[in-house]
């Protein structure tokens, strides 16, 4: 089969001249570039209660604050991303933080007559005091203690895993923040 | 259509891999089926930022309840749990963890590749306790031989009883600093130490190394997605005739005919399987077993890398440290032993420090790339009230009754970890590093993926499932072939010894097959 009749057959048209160029061309689908959610829009809590969220927020700035080059929870939106995990957490998980924020805010007004997210860090300081104790493998059994630990680790790693914490890394390090090898779902 | 076979091979993964490798070779046609479709490692596998996922990393809450292994980025990889239930008594909880893809599990493995010894082969002439298999050391090494050269196993000889030497790719790498400090410490304490001895290659799974080899004798036909409801029997004869199965995606039933039958569906799902099919043996199920983790079980800073002061190779490395204990000694409070994994470099976890904040962010900095860690696996004893049972009130998704586990950790598995973290603290100290965290707490049974038992080896079937060549002793035309045939595990990660269990199963079969007398 001579190469024009063969690209006619392909293309299933009669093509010639330069006309066949221009239509390949137009075979040719384009890329679109697209953009995640969380890099143009807001998240919208829908596990805390306003008041509760904002608590929430603010024990993450302290938790895991910014650096001068890092962001912190704040800037990673972690607040956010971890009030959408919650939504969709086992009841006992949801219970051990809603009461510990609960319990957060309970004890602020008691320490200092004043809003847990009022609080300077050195004020938070008395309320946070579970988390100096030593590590066991088991973790705290108390519920306020265990909140906690579970709240440490998980802005911890939200804001490590964050789009923002990546930019911020990209031009201090020449190793891709977080890339792995991900598996599609196989069928 | 062809549905009539010589074998009829069910699991795609170390077992049933080695025996279609080996059975194709010599000229008999197989068929494999595998509960699971074929991986396409170009188009099922992208690189992805860790903030692409929906999950951050998290990965969707409660999917995986006993799989501590799966992540975001490999969640897919798993057994769905859901579609695959199982039951165990709550106050005795099970971790079972499984792949169903072509390949199953050596998709995943750790690839570490270690022999058994007449310690585990003879462990009752040694200790008293339990049953010797109906086999020694001498009987696989040839097998051993054969395998590790297929699976690029890399290591180093070192002449220990325990630990026999095999065919290595000689790793002649160097240790660190901090791995030298750690080897006289273990020196000083008349502890040994190797390299890992470790399956090399970009992959190393029955889907490189092993099925491709066999389909192009032009004697293999593997089907995927075909989930095995039961074994079928011969009425006249009593003999498996053949299997039924469940195409996995459109539920339909189908059934397939085989001269004989290789089971090596993973040693729980090959027990479910017999059950299932109605085999009658009266320990079917029983004496299954794993190992012991201690994950982490000591976590240390080494001193002279803080604040990033690390002189040029004083991190990173590790290696293995084989069975010690109960050799030429005896323990007061355990039988049997236990090895660690140890390894140097990486910063340790942020629950390690009782911090917080620009504290916490101060001190990891600190300690960046400065940890030094050991694991313990160990031996756990076989007994005959560990077993599994099929649970008729609870089916899978295909309707397919479910497996019940009832499987306990005694005071001989606690009393070697309790020994495995002091003398973790103790070769630390010993190498000059700074303890940060210890403890003793076992992981749950199975989370080790090392399930073994249940059908296991001997010389009678009143106290066994299968023979010496895994050939089942109620049904002589059924071979198992998978961790199930194990009678011991010692502390060695099973998968070579499953590989070289299978190829010596096969070539027996393929021996007898060709007498006629199977």
């Known amino acids: ?187 | 259509m062809q549905s009539d076979h010589d074998v009829l091979i069910i699991g795609s993964g170390a077992s049933g891999g080695m025996a279609a490798h080996t059975l194709t070779k010599l000229g008999i046609k197989c068929l494999m089926l595998d509960a699971g479709p074929a991986v396409d490692f170009d188009r099922h596998r992208v690189l992805k930022p860790v903030y692409e996922l929906p999950y951050r990393g998290f990965g969707r809450p409660g999917r995986f309840p006993h799989v501590t292994q799966a992540n975001e980025f490999n969640a897919n990889v798993w057994a769905d749990e859901k579609q695959n239930p199982y039951t165990y008594d709550p106050k005795d909880p099970y971790y079972w963890v499984r792949i169903r893809l072509i390949g199953g599990k050596t998709l995943m493995w750790g690839r570490a590749s270690w022999r058994l010894s007449d310690y585990e082969f003879k462990n009752k002439d040694h200790d008293g306790f339990g049953d010797n298999w109906p086999i020694e050391y001498k009987d696989l090494a040839a097998y051993y031989d054969r395998v590790e050269p297929m699976f690029r196993v890399a290591g180093r000889k070192e002449g220990f009883r325990q630990l026999p030497d095999g065919i290595f790719l000689e790793d002649a790498s160097g240790d660190s600093l901090s791995v030298q400090r750690f080897i006289q410490s273990a020196k000083r304490m008349a502890v040994p130490t190797t390299k890992a001895r470790r399956a090399t290659g970009q992959l190393a799974s029955s889907v490189n190394l092993l099925l491709p080899d066999a389909l192009t004798t032009g004697n293999l036909t593997i089907v995927p997605n075909a989930i095995v409801r039961e074994l079928t029997f011969d009425k006249n004869t009593g003999l498996a005739d053949g299997a039924n199965f469940v195409d996995r995606r459109s539920s339909q039933e189908r059934h397939v005919k085989a001269r004989v039958v290789m089971v090596g569906a993973s040693a729980l799902e090959s027990n479910r399987l017999l059950l299932n099919s109605g085999v009658h043996n009266p320990v079917l199920g029983h004496y299954i077993f794993d190992q012991i983790y201690v994950k982490n079980v000591i976590q240390c800073i080494v001193p002279e890398a803080r604040g990033g002061k690390a002189p040029r190779n004083l991190m990173g490395g590790g290696g293995y440290i084989p069975r010690f204990r109960n050799l030429d000694t005896k323990q007061k409070n355990f039988i049997r032993g236990y090895s660690y994994d140890f390894g140097s470099g990486g910063t340790p976890h942020p629950s390690y420090f009782p911090l917080y904040g620009a504290a916490l962010q101060k001190e990891l900095a600190a300690v960046a790339g400065s940890g030094f860690s050991m694991t313990t696996m160990g031996e756990v004893l076989p007994r005959v009230e560990n077993f599994v049972r099929i649970n008729k009130e609870v089916a899978d998704a295909w309707g397919i009754p479910a497996l019940h586990i009832q499987h306990r950790y005694t005071e001989n598995e606690r009393n070697m970890a309790v020994d495995s973290m002091h003398v973790a603290e103790e070769l630390c100290h010993g190498a000059g590093f700074e303890v940060l965290a210890k403890h003793s707490q076992m992981v749950p049974p199975g989370e080790s993926i090392h399930e073994l038992g249940g059908c296991r080896m001997g010389v009678s079937a009143k106290t066994s499932v299968v023979n010496k060549f895994n050939q089942s002793h109620d049904v002589k035309n059924v071979f198992v072939i998978d961790g199930s045939s194990f009678v011991s595990g010692g502390s060695q990660n099973p998968t070579l010894t499953i590989l070289a269990l299978a190829m010596r199963a096969s070539e027996y079969l393929a021996e007898e097959m060709r007498k006629g007398t199977v």
Do not use: C
Not at chain 1, 12 to 20: K, L, Y
Not at chain 1, 42 to 52: N, V, W
Not at chain 1, 148 to 154: D, M, P, S, Y
């Open chain 1, 1 to 187: 089969m001579h190469r024009r009749t063969l690209i006619q057959t392909l293309l299933g048209v009669s093509v010639s001249g330069p006309f066949r160029f221009e239509l390949a061309a137009q075979e040719e689908i384009p890329k679109l570039a697209l953009a995640a959610a969380d890099a143009a829009s807001e998240a919208i809590p829908r596990f805390l209660a306003p008041a509760e969220f904002a608590a929430f927020r603010h024990l993450g700035t302290i938790l895991m604050p910014a650096s001068e080059v890092m962001p912190g929870a704040a800037e990673a939106e972690a607040a956010e991303f971890l009030d959408f995990l919650l939504f969709q957490s086992d009841r006992e998980t949801q219970t051990l933080y809603r009461r510990g924020i609960e319990k957060l805010q309970k004890d602020a007004m008691a320490q200092g007559r004043k809003s847990f997210v009022s609080m300077t860090d050195a004020e938070a300081a008395p309320l946070l005091a579970p988390l100096q104790n030593p590590w066991t493998y088991e973790g705290p059994a108390e519920p306020y203690a265990k909140f906690l630990q579970a709240a440490k680790l998980a802005f911890w790693q939200a804001t490590l895993n964050s789009r923002q914490w990546a930019t911020a890394s990209a031009g201090r390090t020449r190793r891709g923040a977080g890339l792995d090898t991900y598996w599609l779902p196989i069928e």
